[in-house]
């Protein structure tokens, strides 16, 4: 078989054809695989749920996120971390901002930024909170301190955060159908 240019030319027209597809896949991979989102869902369904939280005896770190917060998504793996190191001696609850169930907990712990922590003692007490992104080492030592009743060494620090407003209640419609729902 003789090197013509038309089959040099359908070669490398194959060769641009397969490179294309391999980097159409390689961009689809790296887009969709790491969903941050889904990881936030993920942890928020593993959470110990509120009510449990403040009633088991045992210290608590509250997280404010929303899946849409980019802060938050940044501190997911941390976090995860974090909760591997205290599967037994500390709670961790996830509220969602998003959630309107959740306004009573938005108002009481002035929820403004998000991810919001609060850390509570064994008898549901606030001891501290920190706004924004934390690194792993403060979220450590935090935590520690936490457990062992000791004073937060970085109790009311602040990162970068997303800015969050939360609903403010209104008298609920008379619509019918509203079901006694906060208008707004």
Not at 85 to 114: A, Q
Request: hydrophobic share 45%; glycine share 6%; net charge negative.
């Amino acid at each position: 078989m003789t090197n013509s240019p038309a089959s040099s030319q359908w070669i490398r027209n194959s060769l641009i054809a397969v490179a294309a597809i391999a980097l159409g896949v390689t961009l689809f991979v790296a887009v969709v695989q790491p969903n941050r989102s889904d990881g936030l869902s993920a942890q928020a369904a593993a959470a110990t749920p509120l009510a449990t939280a403040l009633t088991n005896g045992k210290p608590t770190l509250i997280e404010f996120y929303a899946n849409w917060c980019t802060s938050c998504q940044a501190m997911a793996a941390d976090m995860n971390t974090l909760k591997a190191s205290h599967p037994d001696d500390l709670n961790f609850v996830m509220l969602n901002v998003d959630n309107p169930n959740w306004l009573p907990e938005l108002l009481r712990y002035e929820v403004d930024g998000i991810p919001h922590l609060v850390y509570l003692d064994a008898e549901g007490q606030t001891v501290g909170q920190a706004v924004g992104e934390q690194p792993l080492t403060i979220l450590r030592a935090d935590a520690a301190a936490l457990v062992t009743n000791a004073p937060l060494p970085y109790a009311e620090a602040m990162g970068a955060a997303s800015s969050f407003l939360p609903p403010t209640p209104s008298p609920a419609s008379t619509d019918p159908r509203s079901h006694g729902a906060f208008a707004g």
